[in-house]
């Protein structure tokens, strides 16, 4: 599975925390991890490769925070794409919630798409209330590796 992974660069730390959390499944290659902090060269256009990469990706992490929701490249370039894509292919979406949980629930644009992370009680959190970060990175690993592995049946669907 190509996963293609969208943040702002002032979440450069919450990226890293994902990666770290992939890296057993990238290792094994069960999946593919695109994030444009390492894989842009000098001479290639940075629009044409983030497009390609994100209609080549059969999943995208989005990582919602305020910087997320700011970003005026993201907001022009990417998520436009992705939402195509998601219309046109049905590319699967993973909305990740980095620091408020407004930042996934007021857009409409991601109502019905399921996303991580949850508390104990099985409630829609971010990862910044959990007090051990590893947890809610962990957690997301898990659910993309059940979503990539087809153990997860409706991706879309809360499970807890």
């Known amino acids: 599975m190509k ?10 730390a919450y990226m890293q925390g994902i990666e770290k959390a992939l890296s057993s ?3 094994e290659k069960k999946i593919t991890l695109w ?3 390492n894989e842009l060269y000098p001479t290639e256009k940075f629009d044409t490769t983030i497009a390609n990469q994100i209609r080549e990706a059969d999943m995208v992490l ?8 700011a970003s005026e490249y993201i907001q ?11 219309r046109d292919r049905g590319v699967l979406i993973f ?3 980095l620091e408020d949980i407004a930042d996934f629930t007021r857009y409409k644009s991601l109502e019905g798409i399921f996303a991580c992370p949850f508390d104990d009680k099985g409630n ?8 051990i970060k590893n947890r809610a990175y962990n957690q997301i690993a898990m659910r993309i590796e059940e979503i990539s592995q087809g153990l997860l049946k409706n991706p879309y669907k809360h499970l807890l």
């Open 3 to 12: 996963i293609f992974l969208s943040y702002a660069r002032t979440n450069k």
């Open 25 to 27: 499944q990238i290792r």
């Open 35 to 37: 994030i444009d902090k």
């Open 62 to 69: 989005l990582l919602l925070s305020v910087d997320f929701w």
């Open 76 to 86: 022009t370039k990417e998520f436009p794409l992705i939402m195509q894509e998601y």
């Open 95 to 97: 909305p990740i919630i």
């Open 124 to 131: 829609l959190t971010t990862i910044a209330d959990f007090e």
